[in-house]
């Protein structure tokens, strides 16, 4: 059963406009969102995270949106750039553990 | 920063041959992962480590072992390969100290079975 759920596999966005991604979760005892960003053959990078007590938190062009009730959280990156093309993975903490765990992953294109 | 090193990048090997994943992290991290990365699949986990010489199992441990004989290494085993496992591994470590932070990865094995 998949607890994270990134429903889209894939986005395409032109340059300087907003992107927008989505994650959905199951489980009531994450603690911490997160997400990460990956080139093809390099490790996931950190991003931004997010505690399950606040409903946004920014850094920069990165703003994380939670919805606690709808059990649904949101990357938006303002403005998009080319350099932002990845795979970003939405993953989640469980309460009182290290285990993270990861959706499926979202490939963002970002064309001139 | 913390660093996390895998020793290859790529590999490749037949089918039945008994394979060692190599991770090394330098900041003194007690806990330590392995995950597989595959298309569709994101990343799943194989096994993990709070502390040396112990290990517990993720959600997919079947035809896997790890060691983790010194806090800084942990190693991934494949006891006899097989094409099925042919994937990206990546190794990941962090502190105790709750999910905010998340891990730091190594830049990935990509393996191949034949």
């Known amino acids: 059963d998949q607890q994270v759920k990134q429903n889209s596999p894939s986005l395409s966005v032109q340059e300087g406009r907003i992107s927008i991604l989505n994650c959905d979760y199951t489980n009531s005892m994450f603690d911490y969102f997160l997400w990460y960003k990956k080139y093809p053959a390099e490790g996931p990078t950190f991003l931004i995270s997010i505690s399950s007590i606040k409903d946004k938190n920014e850094d920069g062009r990165f703003t994380v949106f939670l919805n606690k009730s709808a059990k649904h959280l949101s990357l938006h990156i303002v403005p998009s750039q080319p350099g932002d093309s990845a795979v970003y993975f939405c993953?989640?903490?469980?309460?009182?553990?290290?285990?993270?765990?990861f959706g499926t992953g979202t490939r963002l294109q970002v064309f001139p | 920063d913390v660093k996390v090193t895998q020793s290859s990048r790529y590999l490749v090997k037949r089918t039945g041959e008994k394979v060692f994943l190599e991770c090394v992290q330098d900041m003194d991290h007690e806990n330590m992962f392995w995950y597989r990365q595959d298309p569709g699949l994101g990343l799943r986990l194989i096994y993990f480590?709070?502390?040396?010489?112990?290990?517990e199992k993720g959600d997919i441990p079947e035809g896997y072992s790890v060691s983790r004989e010194k806090k800084e290494r942990f190693s991934l085993i494949l006891e006899s390969a097989s094409t099925n496992q042919t994937s990206m591994y990546l190794c990941?470590?962090?502190?105790?100290?709750?999910?905010?932070?998340?891990?730091?990865f190594g830049s990935g094995t990509r393996l191949t079975v034949v």
């Open positions: 480590s709070y502390d040396v010489k112990m290990k």
């Open positions: 990941a470590s962090s502190n105790p100290v709750g999910g905010e932070y998340g891990y730091t």
């Open positions: 993953a989640a903490s469980l309460y009182n553990t290290d285990k993270l765990i």
